[in-house]
């Protein structure tokens, strides 16, 4: 099933014909006609990654980079790489040539952009160097902090509103805080540099093909839309499973845990893409306040619905996994969780009494991306019929791409005995890798795919009980070894 076919609803529209926000402290995003005339590249905005010899931008941001150069080799764009190691301009430039390459992007187009880039030597937390530096770029630069999340809170705090160039935007990566408290209080820092619409805190699981995909089944099919509700919808599963174990993170890994690493910044928001009402339209300011008003609904019960596990030592693939407990870095007194799951319920009248089930872990026998819909049995099913009632159920593989739906037909020989049957469908796929799309949206001053600040707090007011539960040892600490699917107790997904 391609997207077209699907029957999406319109192209979500930029921000350029989005009903327009307030005007913020830095008025609206400059359009590339009204740039600085003194900009050596007028039209070319100016990207900043912070960050430049860092994992995530060698591998997600560049290569992603080089997936939507793939697409758009015209696209233009003058890239700047800044970190505090010692590199000279040609090492970054290798970096960006060959990450954009391994992304697809044809050898000449990122050879064009390679040599248009430069790299500065940077300390973001120097009160002098950091703030001169960002005076000294061009309007309508895009600052990408691929960094530590305290230093970019730190960087953040050493700006005021004048050091920054106009229609400036910010990427901000994952996690956004490390609590309610936090994600407030650096909303409240953020407010006070830019306007809401220039701030784009980055969510590489909601892809557009995921978010689109989801609503695109919900929204345009007469055989969906009107049974999206607790009449007709027992439950919902989502369900984020790794094989992957710690793979030396533990720096940040042992500090989060699933619980955070996964569903309150990522799993949370694909539930309300899945459950929000009807948006008049697609746009972002649709579709955030929407996913506000469902996030706002949802709540969690602890102790009867939160469960927590930690892997043991096992087999991934044939691979040995030691204990978690064992993996460098780990501090086992932090108890930190690699399996999780939350069961929430949704106050109102669409959902009463449907329970939405949220999982992710890591070290598990089986790589997962799943959004499960499961529908209520029939009224009446008559009488007659023998075998298994399947029921009817509605799979999102957001991993593959995929579509599945089973019902209940009648068997090939006794037609009085039922059996399900399964049809299955391909989503449309973009080949634009999600971080290409990312840079896409800010760099276009699309916020689509970026999570609103209240959102942002949102999530983490839905976690905040079963965090506080968990650190009193209220919900005990299970175990499942490396390369199984988790506890058995669980119950399976
Ligand atoms: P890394 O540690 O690999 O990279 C961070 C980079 O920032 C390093 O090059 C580091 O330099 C540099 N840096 C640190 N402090 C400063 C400073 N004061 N001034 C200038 N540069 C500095 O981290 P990741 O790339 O893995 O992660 C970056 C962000 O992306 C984090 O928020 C993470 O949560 C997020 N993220 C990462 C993903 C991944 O797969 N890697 C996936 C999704 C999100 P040095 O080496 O000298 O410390």
Redesign the pocket.
Known sequence: MSQDAAGHGPTPPTTTDAPSEPAGPNGDLAPAADLDPTVEHPGAPTLVI????????S??LLPGLGTLMAQEPDRRIILVG????EWADTDWRDRVHEAMCRGGARPEVAGGLAADSRYQR?????PEAWPAFVRSLPADSVLY?????A??M??CELLTRDDLPQGVRLGL???FGSDLESAREFNRLLAGLVHEKQIFR?D?FLGKDTVLNILGVRFANRMFEPVWTTGDIERVDIVFDETLALEG?AG?YDKAGALIDMIQSHLLLVMAILAMEEPNRIDHIELRDLMMHVLRATHCHPEIGSHRARYSAGQVGGKDIPSYVDEPGVDPARETDTLAEVTLEIRSRRWAGVPFRLRSGKGLGDARRLAIIYFRPVAHMPEGFTGKVHQNVLLFDLGEGRLGLRIATNGEGDKLSLEETVFEAELGDSPVRPYGEILAGILDGNPLLSVRGDVAEECWRIVAPVVAAWRVGEVPMDEYAAGTMGPLTWGRV
């Open positions: 912070l960050g430049a010899s860092g994992d995530l931008t591998r997600l800044a970190d505090r190691t940077l300390d973001v937390t120097d902090f691929a960094l530590p999340p230093v970019t730190t960087a990566e994952k996690p980055v590489h993170r940040y």
